[in-house]
T-cell receptor
Framework: AQSVTQLGSHVSVSEGALVLLRCNYSSSVPPYLFWYVQYPNQGLQLLLKYTSAATLVKGINGFEAEFKKSETSFHLTKPSAHMSDAAEYFCAVRGRYGQNFVFGPGTRLSVLP | KAGVTQTPRYLIKTRGQQVTLSCSPISGHRSVSWYQQTPGQGLQFLFEYFSETQRNKGNFPGRFSGRQFSNSRSEMNVSTLELGDSALYLC????????????FGPGTRLTVL
């Protein structure tokens, strides 16, 4: 069975600092991987996805993530945090054979002025 | 192109009642998935429909059911509501059932009193 863990339920960074949100997955076969962002009282918005092309994936709003098979990780980074980045971030995995999406517990990002 | 729409946005019910939530996918999308989001359990997969057929089902009791119509619109029904059913119910659509990007609606906030 697939699973996703996100280290740190809450991460705080200063505006302009590096953002690093961690995601590790468990799957027998390298899956498809996703990062979503959720703003208060809204649905989820796709930031980026890995589907077995380049291991470094660039997404919207300056975010990127790197797939590392040896570490079963898909950490999300952004070089310089902005106040508008404050939100909840979810890592998700989906198998390559039509299995349903499995979401991590989420990491709430706070950006301090 | 219009996004995923969910109605109603907010709903208050009492224990024992039943409720029906509606989801209209993005035009051309044939797959609709439903999720329950709660602070304690996070995002949990309910079921996925593609071309009016349920393709995947999560680990929820039979009180939770869904269906999809020929125009890809979907409804989910919860019978005999319990306090623990209070949650944000999210609908997501995608073009196909195969691993693909999901686009989320804003959700329906259900409160059970």
């Amino acid at each position: 069975a697939q699973s996703v863990t996100q280290l740190g339920s809450h991460v705080s960074v200063s505006e302009g600092a590096l953002v690093l949100l961690r995601c590790n997955y468990s799957s027998s076969v390298p899956p498809y991987l996703f990062w979503y962002v959720q703003y208060p009282n809204q649905g989820l918005q796709l930031l980026l996805k890995y589907t077995s092309a380049a291991t470094l994936v660039k997404g919207i709003n300056g975010f990127e993530a790197e797939f590392k098979k040896s570490e079963t990780s898909f950490h999300l980074t952004k070089p310089s945090a902005h106040m508008s980045d404050a939100a909840e971030y979810f890592c998700a995995v989906r198998g390559r054979y039509g299995q349903n999406f499995v979401f991590g517990p989420g990491t709430r990002l706070s950006v301090l002025p | 192109k219009a996004g995923v729409t969910q109605t109603p946005r907010y709903l208050i019910k009492t224990r024992g009642q039943q409720v029906t939530l509606s989801c209209s996918p993005i035009s051309g999308h044939r797959s609709v998935s439903w999720y329950q989001q709660t602070p304690g359990q996070g995002l949990q997969f309910l079921f996925e429909y593609f071309s009016e057929t349920q393709r995947n089902k999560g680990n929820f009791p039979g009180r939770f059911s869904g269906r999809q119509f020929s125009n890809s619109r979907s409804e989910m029904n919860v019978s005999t509501l319990e306090l623990g059913d209070s949650a944000l119910y999210l609908c997501a659509s995608s073009y196909t059932w195969a691993p693909d990007t999901q686009y989320f609606g804003p959700g329906t906030r259900l409160t059970v009193l």
